[in-house]
């Protein structure tokens, strides 16, 4: 009875929302219970449960994973796949999770918050951008707000670039320059974030999907901010430097690596020639790969430990980086 109650007072019966599940998912897939769930606990949320959002319902499958600070594959609680049950369209239920910590770069920290608001807000600023996740944001039973994200069928950036090339010679030489000009473009994106007041707050190379549908890069994931009295938009651009410097490497390129692979190259490095967030990883890719332009090297050092000036804007670095492009292309 406290099933069909809770079924019922969301405008669907339990008979209704089985015939809807039977439209999309396999027979042997139905669940033996329909629980609708309230909205307002992520944690009390499972699979098969359905949850109903702006008079919609939702079938829901797995939580989403995350690697973050060098764990795979962490699970996102918060985060879950669902079906449409209208549509049958695949969709992201992303509820509000309080998270608050400090990052530091070189001597700069940044005090980085979770915030629902703000990625609510580029929702509505980036509707219709082909370089943006889109969605929509509602109301749970408790009031907060819950995003309703599209689901992007795609690969991610590191994917993408760890797959080309049988050398890193070979693919600077046949691959990077395409793979340079699409991350310009997004970079671009960012900019029109920055030009608008906004950041994105945790730009990372598996935060940028190419889109099977429309094979454009398109950045997810903004609804962490950071605080910096100084530098409003540094901790965005470091993010970009980390996934440049991954694209330039063809991956992380790091001392223990090179201890295994190049000693000779680990030899030529001193401690300004590593990034200057992740110690191990190298900055001064021209070092190893002596064949990267002084150009493009000029770039990759504003984000190493050495460096003394860094980009206070996006404009900068693109205008920097549209100079190796033409170079690369000459």
Same mark, same amino acid.
Request: proline share 3%; aromatic share 10%.
């Given at each position: 009875?406290?099933?069909?109650?809770?079924?019922?007072?969301?405008?669907?019966?339990?008979?209704?929302?089985?015939?809807?599940?039977?439209?999309?998912?396999?027979?042997?897939?139905?669940?033996?219970?329909?629980?609708?769930?309230?909205?307002?606990?992520?944690?009390?949320?499972?699979?098969? #449960?359905?949850?109903?959002?702006?008079?919609?319902?939702?079938?829901?499958?797995?939580?989403?994973?995350?690697?973050?600070?060098?764990?795979?594959?962490?699970?996102?609680?918060?985060?879950?796949?669902?079906?449409?049950?209208?549509?049958?369209?695949?969709?992201?239920?992303?509820?509000?999770?309080?998270? %608050?910590?400090?990052?530091?770069?070189?001597?700069?920290?940044?005090?980085?918050?979770?915030?629902?608001?703000?990625?609510?807000?580029?929702?509505?600023?980036?509707?219709?951008?082909?370089?943006?996740?889109?969605?929509?944001?509602?109301? #749970?039973?408790?009031?907060?707000?819950?995003?309703?994200?599209?689901?992007?069928?795609?690969?991610?950036?590191?994917?993408?670039? %760890?797959?080309?090339?049988?050398?890193?010679?070979?693919?600077?030489?046949?691959?990077?320059?395409?793979?340079?000009?699409?991350?310009?473009?997004?970079?671009?994106?960012?900019?029109?974030?920055?030009?608008?007041?906004?950041?994105?707050?945790?730009?990372?190379?598996?935060?940028?999907?190419?889109?099977?549908?429309?094979?454009?890069?398109?950045?997810?994931?903004?609804?962490?901010?950071?605080?910096?009295?100084?530098?409003?938009?540094?901790?965005?651009?470091?993010?970009?430097?980390?996934? %440049?410097?991954?694209?330039?490497?063809?991956?992380?390129?790091?001392?223990?690596?090179?201890?295994?692979?190049?000693? #000779?190259?680990?030899?030529?490095?001193?401690?300004?020639?590593?990034?200057?967030?992740?110690?191990?990883?190298?900055?001064? %890719?021209?070092?190893?790969?002596?064949?990267?332009?002084?150009?493009?090297?000029?770039?990759?050092?504003?984000?190493?430990?050495?460096?003394?000036?860094?980009?206070?804007?996006?404009?900068?670095?693109? #205008?920097?980086?549209?100079?190796?492009?033409?170079?690369?292309?000459?």
């Amino acid at each position: 009875m406290r099933q069909r109650s809770a079924a019922a007072a969301t405008g669907f019966s339990e008979k209704e929302l089985r015939r809807l599940i039977r439209k999309r998912v396999p027979r042997d897939r139905v669940p033996l219970r329909i629980n609708v769930k309230d909205t307002s606990d992520f944690s009390r949320v499972d699979y098969d #449960d359905v949850v109903v959002l702006a008079g919609v319902p939702y079938l829901v499958r797995n939580n989403e994973r995350e690697g973050r600070f060098g764990i795979e594959d962490e699970p996102k609680f918060w985060v879950k796949r669902a079906i449409n049950l209208l549509t049958g369209e695949v969709r992201i239920l992303k509820w509000v999770f309080r998270e %608050l910590f400090n990052a530091r770069i070189g001597s700069l920290v940044f005090e980085c918050v979770r915030s629902p608001q703000k990625e609510a807000r580029i929702l509505e600023l980036v509707r219709g951008r082909a370089d943006f996740m889109q969605g929509e944001t509602v109301s #749970d039973s408790s009031g907060s707000p819950l995003r309703i994200l599209d689901y992007i069928r795609g690969r991610t950036l590191s994917e993408i670039t %760890l797959s080309f090339g049988s050398s890193h010679e070979e693919f600077f030489s046949a691959r990077y320059p395409a793979l340079l000009s699409e991350f310009i473009q997004a970079v671009e994106a960012i900019r029109f974030l920055h030009e608008n007041g906004e950041k994105h707050g945790d730009i990372r190379r598996d935060h940028l999907i190419k889109d099977d549908l429309t094979g454009q890069y398109r950045w997810i994931d903004f609804d962490y901010n950071y605080r910096h009295s100084v530098s409003r938009f540094g901790y965005d651009l470091f993010g970009l430097g980390n996934v %440049l410097l991954f694209i330039t490497g063809r991956g992380d390129v790091t001392t223990q690596r090179l201890l295994h692979d190049a000693p #000779d190259a680990l030899a030529r490095l001193s401690e300004d020639d590593v990034n200057i967030v992740f110690k191990n990883r190298v900055a001064n %890719l021209a070092k190893v790969y002596p064949y990267i332009p002084e150009a493009l090297n000029r770039v990759l050092m504003h984000f190493s430990q050495g460096a003394t000036v860094y980009y206070e804007t996006t404009e900068e670095l693109l #205008d920097d980086l549209g100079e190796v492009r033409g170079r690369l292309n000459a």
